[in-house]
């Protein structure tokens, strides 16, 4: 048996493991902290409660939102033009369509035509080359014939 093949002799190896190594994250100095001063004094404000009690603070301004810009109302001849634009559009899908409609109406009143020329065409052929009572072959009138023929050999 090859040494390769050796099923105990991969098991006995030893393993390396591989570990990743860290990467140290870069060193932040902090800003130095500079104190700033409001543009004014603020104003105390004192509130009285129901039960008495007096509470009192700086007054907070609320957080406004920024006013939404209004929308710019959409012009009247701008809606006429887009409506009309699809409306147009409508209109020549069905011509479109309808041209492709006369086109094949138009070819299948043709192919009936066609149709009924060559059936009418054969039915004349029909009546044409038939058979006329029998003009094209001879007729012999037997009863006659053999009268004929007492006639002459009596």
């Not at 190594?21 to 100095?29: L, N, Q």
């Not at 086109?103 to 059936?119: H, N």
Request: charged content about 10%.
């Amino acid at each position: 048996m090859h040494a390769d093949h050796n099923p105990k002799r991969h098991a006995q190896q030893a393993v390396e493991v591989h570990q990743p190594t860290p990467i140290p994250p870069p060193a932040v100095h902090a800003a130095p902290v500079v104190p700033v001063q409001p543009n004014g004094v603020p104003t105390v404000a004192s509130v009285v409660l129901p039960d008495g009690r007096v509470v009192t603070g700086y007054a907070i301004d609320p957080a406004r939102p920024e006013p939404v810009a209004a929308k710019p109302a959409v012009s009247r001849a701008a809606v006429n033009v887009a409506l009309g634009g699809v409306g147009f559009l409508a209109v020549c899908g069905g011509l479109l369509l309808l041209t492709s409609f006369i086109a094949a109406l138009t070819a299948f009143v043709a192919q009936l035509i066609v149709l009924a020329a060559v059936v009418f065409g054969g039915w004349i052929a029909v009546q044409v080359l038939g058979t006329n009572g029998g003009s094209s072959g001879t007729t012999v009138n037997i009863r006659r014939a053999v009268i004929k023929r007492n006639h002459f050999h009596s």
